[in-house]
């Protein structure tokens, strides 16, 4: 039935170019009322640029856009929101000082006698979440909740406007299990009030889990639309990144080899931080991937911080090669060898209208200290190597940073921490927003500095991932340690269990 | 052939320093058309004379000016407190110099409470100083630096006219004259300060990597710290720097009016100087700076000004008049603004 219903949207023959890319080129999309249609592709596989065409962002280059039999260019996003298009971006795009029924109701606040009707406006703002299952204080700033329910906030804020068509870029990318049910939940009740639903998310399970759709880019053009019943995921992977993958590659490379003797190049003892970790010790040998399992909100950012000196902790003792250091600030843990990829990368990471030469060389010439810079030549040789041995996507060295998909902005930090040649690199989240093709690069590429001599710590919510990566697992639980696994105790199944029995 | 002549022109036009030179040069444009004499340049007593060199000539202080608050402005911050150093600079120099006329035998005698040099490097340094109270305001107790400086722009004058007591100095020391005043092999000899000083911070900017971590900090504060920038100390540095500049502006408007008054030398000059700032290409939110840009900028509003009283623009106006020239730049610089103006048939060309 559903293939004889007449498509809600449909855009045609869509190209959009940047200087020096193509990032879209004829590329075909529909969308059905009560479908979820996954749109799925490598980082710069054109999604995002897809989304921002049909919001209004990006103005095409050429193509048409059909939203229920009629032609229509959305010239911004506020356009094709009033259109019926909603999105929820990626990176939360709210205001975190305002309260949450503001930054619901913002823009369109429910007026009485010619004032903001403050009963009403909170009052809805509750309903709207009550419709997500979620009961908060709606008067409290929204910095006050965490990401997850930050971006259940977006969600209700693009799902109360009279939406036909609703995007949701990554919406679950920041978001626990059972957070992610809760959405789904949400998501297929919408599905059957009559929604075209457009998902975007590098969970292939999660795809699966919800969509009945799938269309498929690869480096900026259209490689097919598929139901979902007719594309297995073995099939959807190799179409994404076009070639035929072996599923065993980057399978965990002789654990047990993992530098098991040998003292350790980093060591926490006691550490502590009102607020972030109660007391915790952890112990990273040269060669060695520990991992940090825990749900959202468990205290692994804040551990990473801790040990980064982004944060510093009110008590207990930090040992780089056994001898005492005190990691009050980035500075002083970087002169000690120590890179850390944060979780945010918007925020923490890149810097945005700096070139890919500048954002890559930054901390190793901060490290230098300003008075003995890196000749530009330097620069580009240093730039050069990275953008070529982490194939970052990018016109050139002297591209704006910020110009970069995700993932390959990931990189570009990645590629800045690898110049700085550092003994022990923190990743927070370092495949988070990425694809499959690139998440499996950067495993890849964490075990061959591992077996290179460098300590690491790799934070991920993928427990997939941290299993396949690492040969010991310290397990966290709302901000406590409460366990550390080795051997042939690393495996989702056993890391589950910990956090669930503690 | 036409593509690569409109490859040209688009490389041409996307550059920073395009729109300044080209508004500056529309100024001079216009004086060669309707001002008489503005390009008559003689050599008189052995000196350059005409309305060109005036022009440099009078726009020295605030191209100094320029050139501190662009690497300010450059970190996201802001300096108003500009003018207020440059009443402190020359309410120093004059002090020290001192303001009394001596006449030996009915004949003036050139005497000098301190040596000269030492007086102006005193002056140099008690600006510093007062960079760097914004600094230390602004980059450890965390204020914002608009208001951190405002407090100086209050506090600054108060403080000149605690130096000079309250009263306008004189200065009768003729050697003192030459700084703002004189000329060395023929051009003005402020002139060559200006040059020496954006060479200096051209150098220890681009040469070493001062000038890439103030851009980092400007555009993104947190993730520069997660570098390992010093932010704090590179904030102190700059802010430092920037008073210096106005201290050595100030140095040549006291010498140019050859007395210090605490309460008007370099009144509303930190406006003129975020104007040439932000028409040379630096953004007001920090990051890419452009130190020869702001040089161009200055010249534009000292070139309009000059314009304006040539052509005989009634007093009255002369503000508006020049608001909308500044204006009108400002709104070519857009590349938004242009785009609306002239469509996007740039991009379709290419």
């Not at chain 1, 356009?79 to 913002?106: D, F, K, M, R």
Request: charged share 20%.
């Amino acid at each position: 039935m559903e293939s004889e219903a007449l498509p809600i949207l449909e855009m045609k023959g869509i190209s959009i170019e940047f200087p020096g890319v193509k990032a879209l080129q004829r590329v075909d999309f529909r969308m059905f009322p009560g479908e979820v249609h996954a749109l799925m592709g490598q980082n710069g596989a054109g999604k995002s640029t897809l989304i921002k065409a049909l919001t209004g962002v990006n103005p095409l280059d050429a193509g048409t856009i059909t939203l229920m039999g009629q032609g229509i260019v959305p010239g911004s996003p506020l356009e094709a929101q009033q259109l019926g298009i909603s999105t929820v971006y990626q990176e939360v795009n709210l205001c975190p000082n305002l309260t949450v029924a503001e930054n619901i109701y913002i823009g369109r606040q429910p007026m009485r006698f010619g004032r903001i009707d403050w009963k009403k406006l909170n009052g809805d703002a509750k309903a709207a979440l009550a419709k997500l299952n979620i009961d908060i204080d709606v008067t409290q700033p929204l910095a006050t909740y965490s990401v997850a329910i930050q971006q259940m906030v977006a969600i209700a804020r693009a799902l109360d406007v009279s939406a036909k068509v609703l995007i949701l870029d990554e919406p679950t990318s920041s978001l626990d299990e059972n957070e992610v049910a809760l959405l789904f939940a949400v998501l297929r009740r919408l599905r059957a009030e009559g929604l075209a639903i457009l998902f975007v998310t590098h969970f292939l399970d999660q795809t699966y889990q919800l969509s009945d759709r799938i269309t498929v880019l690869r480096n900026g053009e259209l490689v097919g639309e598929f139901k979902v019943a007719e594309l297995p995921k073995l099939a959807l992977i190799e179409k994404m990144i076009g070639k035929e993958v072996d599923l065993n590659t980057g399978q965990k490379v002789a654990a047990a080899g993992a530098g098991a003797a040998g003292p350790a190049c980093f060591e926490a003892d006691d550490v502590a931080r009102k607020g972030a970790m109660l007391p915790f010790g952890l112990k990273i040998r040269a060669g060695e991937i520990l991992g940090l399992a825990g749900l959202l909100g468990s205290g692994r950012t804040e551990t990473a911080r801790l040990l980064f000196g982004a944060d510093k902790a009110d008590q207990g003792v930090m040992k780089i090669n056994g001898s005492k250091v005190s990691l009050n600030s980035p500075r002083i843990a970087i002169r000690h060898g120590i890179g850390f990829c944060p979780e945010d990368r918007k925020t923490d990471g890149i810097i945005g209208e700096l070139t890919v030469r500048e954002n890559i060389i930054l901390a190793l010439q901060a490290n230098r200290g300003a008075f003995r810079r890196l000749s530009g030549k330097r620069q580009e040789e240093i730039a050069d190597r990275y953008i070529r041995m982490l194939d970052i996507k990018t016109s050139g060295p002297e591209q704006a940073a910020g110009k970069l998909s995700g993932g390959n902005q990931q990189k570009v930090i990645l590629a800045r921490w690898l110049a700085t040649d550092p003994r022990f690199l923190i990743l927070d989240e370092p495949t988070r927003g990425i694809d499959v093709g690139a998440k499996a690069e950067i495993m890849d590429l964490v075990q061959s500095l591992a077996k290179d001599g460098m300590a690491l710590l790799f934070i991920s919510s993928e427990l997939e991932e941290v299993v396949r990566c690492c040969s010991r697992v310290a397990v966290l639980r709302d901000r406590v340690k409460i366990a550390e696994l080795d051997g042939a105790a690393v495996d989702e199944h056993t890391i589950l269990q910990t956090i669930a029995k503690g | 052939m036409l593509k690569s002549e409109t490859t040209l022109f688009r490389k041409l036009t996307g550059a920073k320093l395009f729109w300044p030179l080209l508004a500056l040069a529309l100024l001079l444009l216009f004086n060669l058309v309707f001002t008489k004499g503005f390009f008559h340049v003689e050599i008189r007593g052995g000196h350059l004379y005409g309305s060109l060199v005036d022009v440099l000539n009078r726009a020295a202080p605030l191209m100094l000016i320029s050139i501190g608050l662009t690497l300010v402005i450059a970190t996201s911050g802001i300096d108003i407190s500009v003018g207020a150093v440059v009443a402190i600079s020359g309410a120093l120099v004059a002090t020290l110099i001192g303001g009394t006329l001596v006449l030996k035998d009915g004949v003036q005698t050139y005497v000098t409470l301190v040596p000269m040099s030492v007086a102006i490097v005193a002056a140099i340094l008690v600006s510093g100083l007062a960079g760097l109270w914004n600094g230390l305001l602004v980059s450890r107790v965390g204020m914002q630096p608009i208001v951190a400086t405002l407090i100086l722009i209050v506090a600054g004058r108060g403080v000149a006219q605690l130096i000079t007591s309250g009263q306008i100095i004189t200065i009768y020391y003729k050697p003192y004259f030459f700084v703002g005043n004189g000329f060395l092999l023929g051009i003005p000899f402020s002139l060559y300060i200006v040059l020496a000083v954006l060479l200096f911070t051209l150098l220890v900017t681009r040469r070493t990597a001062l000038g890439l971590f103030i851009e980092s900090i400007g555009i993104n504060p947190r993730a520069s710290r997660m570098t390992g920038i010093n932010a704090k100390n590179l904030l102190l540095l700059v802010y430092t720097f920037c008073a210096m500049c106005a201290g050595i502006a100030g140095l040549i408007v006291c010498s140019n009016v050859k007395s210090a008054d605490g309460n008007n030398a370099g009144l509303f000059f930190e406006l003129d100087a975020i104007l040439a700032v932000v028409l040379g290409g630096t953004p007001m939110t920090g990051g890419k700076f452009y130190l020869v840009g702001s040089i161009v900028g200055a010249l534009i509003i000292q070139t309009l000004t000059t314009t304006i009283y040539s052509i005989g623009v009634p007093p009255e106006i002369t503000l508006v008049v020049k608001a909308v020239v500044v204006f009108l730049v400002m709104m070519f610089q857009s590349e938004t603004f242009r785009k609306a103006v002239f469509g996007r048939s740039g991009k379709q060309v290419a």
